[in-house]
């Protein structure tokens, strides 16, 4: 059996509308991601388990996951064997958090793994990206590759490779908070503007150019300073009941820049002490997050996609 495990991203990462992603790992071990597990099996199956897994599509042909296997098959490893697919779905779909790029994630790196196809990086972010597109209704790779690689992505259809990798230092600790609603992309992109000023058009690009400088030479503090989102924030903000005071409670508690998270409606903070974090955890489980709702202190997740077992049963 191959298992692999693809972790949660913060999409945006404020600064860096559809070009920067951060994959997350929770400073507890949780897995705050998709797990798919790939077996040899008599006939094809697909199993969908997890906490989340009834928020999905019951049947398997409307699940992205299986229709990264057939699609698989049918264009990369025709001869591939026969298998069970498993997805254990641990992100709530319209979260914010990378839930669509995390199932296809997982699906295609275990895929290529039981299969033997030893695609490279750059083939399996272009099939990735294909099917994130089915949800998003474009190839926005922000949240599929840090999903993959880990790390603080500088990513997009212009980026060599489609994927840069900014350091960042170990004492940064990203809060999330899942309200315990859903926000739906199409719609949090709906209330987006369609064009945007020279004015702020120029401006955004001085922020991200900076942002990216600053994180190289390690001035980070200066780099958190910049971490304002004027592209999507202003208007989606409106669509999330009690993010603005969540916002104000948690810049009051030491966070270093606040924002949403991917098209949210979770929301991120920023901090650069654990003790920090802490404190904007606990607020925001108190008063932002509602019971079905989570909140988790983070660290940046490095290692990104990762097989958890390959080969036992």
Same mark, same amino acid.
């Given at each position: 059996?191959?298992?692999?495990?693809?972790?949660?991203?913060?999409?945006?990462?404020?600064?860096?509308?559809?070009?920067?992603?951060?994959?997350?790992?929770?400073?507890?071990?949780?897995?705050?991601?998709?797990?798919?597990?790939?077996?040899?099996?008599?006939?094809?199956?697909?199993?969908?388990?997890?906490?989340?897994?009834?928020?999905?599509?019951?049947?398997?042909?409307?699940?992205?996951?299986?229709?990264?296997?057939?699609?698989?098959?049918?264009?990369?490893?025709?001869?591939?064997?026969?298998?069970?697919?498993?997805?254990?779905?641990?992100?709530?779909?319209?979260?914010?958090?990378?839930?669509?790029?995390?199932?296809?994630?997982?699906?295609?790196?275990? @895929?290529?793994?039981?299969?033997?196809?030893?695609?490279?990086?750059?083939?399996?972010?272009?099939?990735?990206?294909?099917?994130?597109?089915?949800?998003?209704?474009?190839?926005?790779?922000?949240?599929?590759?840090?999903?993959?690689?880990?790390?603080?992505?500088?990513?997009?259809?212009?980026?060599?490779?489609?994927?840069?990798?900014?350091?960042?230092?170990?004492?940064?600790?990203?809060?999330?908070?899942?309200?315990?609603?859903?926000?739906?992309?199409?719609?949090?992109?709906?209330?987006?503007?369609?064009?945007?000023?020279?004015?702020?058009?120029?401006?955004?690009?001085?922020?991200?150019?900076?942002?990216?400088?600053?994180?190289?030479?390690?001035?980070?503090?200066?780099a958190m300073e910049l971490m304002i989102?004027?592209?999507?924030?202003?208007?989606?903000?409106?669509?999330?009941?009690?993010?603005?005071?969540?916002?104000?409670?948690?810049?009051?508690?030491?966070?270093?820049?606040?924002?949403?998270?991917?098209?949210?409606?979770?929301?991120?903070? @920023?901090?650069?002490?654990?003790?920090?974090?802490?404190?904007?955890?606990?607020?925001?489980?108190?008063?932002?997050?509602?019971?079905?709702?989570?909140?988790?202190?983070?660290?940046?997740d490095t290692a990104g996609t990762r097989?958890?077992?390959?080969?036992?049963?």
């Amino acid at each position: 059996m191959i298992e692999v495990y693809a972790p949660a991203s913060i999409g945006n990462f404020a600064v860096g509308f559809d070009a920067l992603g951060a994959a997350i790992a929770p400073i507890d071990g949780t897995l705050l991601g998709d797990v798919v597990r790939i077996s040899a099996s008599a006939e094809t199956e697909f199993v969908c388990s997890g906490p989340y897994a009834h928020k999905l599509p019951q049947q398997a042909e409307q699940n992205l996951a299986f229709m990264c296997m057939a699609h698989f098959r049918a264009t990369v490893a025709p001869d591939m064997p026969t298998a069970r697919m498993e997805l254990v779905k641990n992100l709530p779909i319209g979260s914010g958090l990378g839930s669509s790029a995390c199932s296809v994630v997982a699906a295609l790196a275990a @895929l290529n793994k039981f299969a033997g196809t030893e695609l490279s990086e750059d083939a399996l972010i272009e099939l990735m990206a294909d099917f994130e597109a089915k949800v998003s209704g474009a190839r926005h790779y922000d949240n599929i590759t840090p999903c993959l690689l880990g790390g603080l992505q500088l990513t997009g259809a212009l980026i060599p490779g489609r994927s840069l990798t900014l350091p960042t230092p170990s004492n940064w600790y990203p809060v999330v908070a899942f309200p315990g609603f859903t926000l739906n992309t199409a719609q949090a992109r709906a209330v987006l503007p369609q064009q945007m000023s020279l004015h702020h058009g120029i401006e955004f690009a001085q922020r991200l150019s900076a942002f990216c400088t600053l994180m190289h030479q390690q001035q980070h503090e200066l780099a958190m300073e910049l971490m304002i989102d004027t592209v999507a924030e202003p208007y989606r903000s409106e669509l999330i009941s009690g993010f603005s005071a969540a916002k104000k409670a948690v810049l009051e508690l030491g966070a270093k820049a606040v924002s949403i998270s991917g098209a949210g409606p979770t929301l991120f903070a @920023l901090c650069d002490n654990i003790n920090d974090a802490k404190n904007c955890q606990q607020w925001l489980q108190q008063n932002y997050v509602n019971e079905q709702g989570f909140s988790h202190t983070c660290q940046i997740d490095t290692a990104g996609t990762r097989v958890l077992n390959e080969g036992k049963e």
